[in-house]
């Protein structure tokens, strides 16, 4: 039982509209039923995740991008439509944007150009369910279905079954929305038996999710969002307003064509990573001196086009160099980690895209150099799948590589980001970091929950509001079935939704069910959820937290990047 209690919804059906909250923070929490008007479409506002006031940005090119596809190798003379002018990075001096004008055309010449890439990142190809609607027996058994469509009704994305069987159900979705836009309200999200269903209206585009998964509406919105930002990862802002502008029943559909698997990626991680509930980016635990010196690495090999380097191993950031000026908020961090996830063309050889990073500039681009660093002699012994019984088979060791993204505002730097790849894969080589980081990813010098040596504690997450990033151990036994680990999540997830209340915020809730006690702690530092055996009482759980909090303190350098590389 919670030691404060929150009364489950009865049955039937409710109805909640009122302002439209897209552009909160998504710790914000709604009141059970408000009403007045929602007409903003910014941005989802979540410049205090990034720790900056500053909402200024280097500016990318606005011209469309291929958005199914990268460039291998881009030509050196190629020209620069609709061009960015970026003037003095080093030194930090005011950057300067001219957009061109886009019409209709140039989403015609937008879909040619994807087409040519060389390297078909988003190749179409059959999507799992896609041929499902509403009479088949399987589609409706969905936990968590996904539609997305335009403000005119034409259907653009569905998570499950095709968007033209589907188009009469996004039909009604849409008239909903449109009545209640009538009176001058927005619908926000009904609740019918055990399914949510939550609405969110944004950039000329009505996002849509049906779930029986247990989260709240208010994490589902999140979710939400992070769908309008992967859309705009793909066509700017800008792009979309002046397309729907021109005709308001555009297909978006011809734009998006082969970016579907993204979209499905995406809510694969969402239903998987507490990440973007926490709205932090997970480090891989490494030791600082290994980080420290491939973040020295980076430096080193900086060239003038530059403006981030990253790297990425398994959905975790190793190091990140950046401008002191600037930063990349969590959201777009997801964005990449999303990016590199859902494609296996990358690690073919080295690849040219351009990507819009919505929080850091929504209305350009700019451009990846994506490639793979491998070291023959390094593998990484990877963990069990885990079977019914509870064991796990043994799986032999696998290749490592570790992703490097060299982002720049100058769609001709490929080459030149080419050379700097080079250099940093030769002195990462030289210096052993690859092993290093094989070591910490395998199981050898895995995270384990018996290294806090604290009793009857099974799991925790640390989310830290000062660096952005949180740590959890590797999930062990009981939670080593796909029921377990769902269940742990959804009591994440509970305990995130109580204390983020706008309601009735909750500094802490100790709540216990047959098999776990789980506890969540908020500060204005961090926030700590920590899962214990269902006998432990209360105040044993807040002793055995403080000292948690201690070995995370000992622990820091090694679980987070506390001084990143800037310049």
């Given at each position: ?47 205090a ?22 460039s ?38 937008a879909?040619?150009?994807?087409k040519k ?23 409706i ?68 999710t ?115 000026r ?22 073919t050889g ?14 350009g ?47 001709n ?14 002195k ?7 092993k ?40 062990e ?31 802490i ?5 047959q ?19 269902p ?8 002793s ?24």
């Amino acid at each position: 039982m919670a030691e404060e209690g929150e009364g489950d919804v009865a049955g039937g059906s409710r109805v909640v509209f009122g302002e439209d909250l897209s552009n909160n923070d998504p710790y914000d929490e709604y009141m059970e039923i408000t009403v007045g008007s929602g007409s903003d479409s910014s941005p989802l506002n979540v410049s205090a995740l990034a720790g900056e006031d500053d909402e200024s940005a280097i500016r990318g090119n606005d011209q469309a991008p291929p958005a199914d596809g990268a460039s291998a190798a881009p030509k050196p003379d190629s020209p620069n439509k609709g061009a960015v002018e970026a003037k003095g990075l080093g030194d930090h001096a005011q950057l300067e944007r001219r957009v061109s004008q886009a019409d209709e055309q140039e989403a015609d010449e937008a879909l040619k150009a994807r087409k040519k890439s060389q390297v078909n990142v988003g190749a179409s190809v059959k999507r799992d369910h896609s041929e499902e609607d509403v009479h088949h027996p399987n589609w409706i058994c969905h936990r968590k279905h996904v539609f997305i469509l335009s403000e005119a009704g034409k259907p653009i994305y569905s998570r499950y079954g095709n968007e033209d069987k589907l188009a009469t159900i996004m039909g009604v979705m849409q008239a909903l929305v449109s009545f209640v836009q009538d009176d001058k309200d927005t619908l926000r999200w009904m609740i019918a038996g055990k399914h949510k269903l939550v609405f969110l209206c944004k950039h000329h585009m009505v996002f849509v999710t049906v779930a029986n998964s247990g989260e709240s509406p208010q994490q589902l919105t999140v979710q939400l969002n992070y769908t309008c930002n992967q859309i705009l990862s793909v066509l700017t802002l800008s792009q979309l307003n002046k397309i729907f502008q021109q005709r308001r029943n555009y297909d978006l559909r011809r734009l998006l064509s082969g970016t579907e698997k993204f979209i499905d990626n995406l809510w694969n991680l969402m239903d998987e990573e507490p990440s973007f509930m926490l709205g932090a980016v997970r480090c891989l635990p490494l030791g600082s001196s290994v980080r420290d010196t491939i973040g020295h690495i980076l430096q080193q090999a900086r060239v003038p086009e530059l403006v981030f380097a990253l790297l990425v191993v398994d959905n975790q950031l190793v190091t990140l160099l950046r401008p002191k000026r600037y930063s990349l908020h969590p959201p777009d961090l997801h964005l990449i980690f999303n990016l590199v996830d859902a494609s296996m063309a990358f690690r073919t050889g080295e690849s040219w895209m351009p990507i819009c990073l919505p929080k850091f500039d929504n209305a350009g681009y700019l451009h990846a150099h994506v490639s793979y660093i491998e070291d023959e002699d390094s593998t990484v012994e990877a963990p069990g799948i885990p079977l019914k019984s509870g064991a796990s088979a043994s799986v032999p060791p696998q290749n490592f590589g570790a992703c490097l993204l060299l982002l720049s505002t100058d769609r001709n730097a490929f080459f030149a980001l080419s050379k700097c790849r080079a250099l940093i894969e030769q002195k990462m080589l030289k210096h052993n970091c690859m092993k290093a980081i094989a070591e910490a990813v395998g199981r050898r010098a895995a995270y384990r929950i018996a290294q806090t040596d604290i009793n009857d504690l099974l799991h925790f997450m640390y989310n830290s509001k000062i660096t952005h990033q949180y740590t959890s151990p590797r999930l062990e036994a009981p939670y080593v079935t796909e029921v377990d680990r769902q269940r742990l999540l959804a009591l994440y997830q509970y305990l995130h939704h109580r204390m983020h209340s706008q309601a009735r915020p909750l500094r802490i809730i100790y709540h216990v069910t047959q098999q776990e006690a789980v506890l969540g702690w908020i500060t204005s530092h961090f926030e700590l959820y920590a899962t214990f055996s269902p006998l432990v009482t209360k105040p044993v759980a807040i002793s055995a937290l403080n000292k948690l909090l201690r070995w995370i303190k000992h622990e820091e350098d090694r679980l987070f990047i506390l001084n990143p590389q800037t310049y």
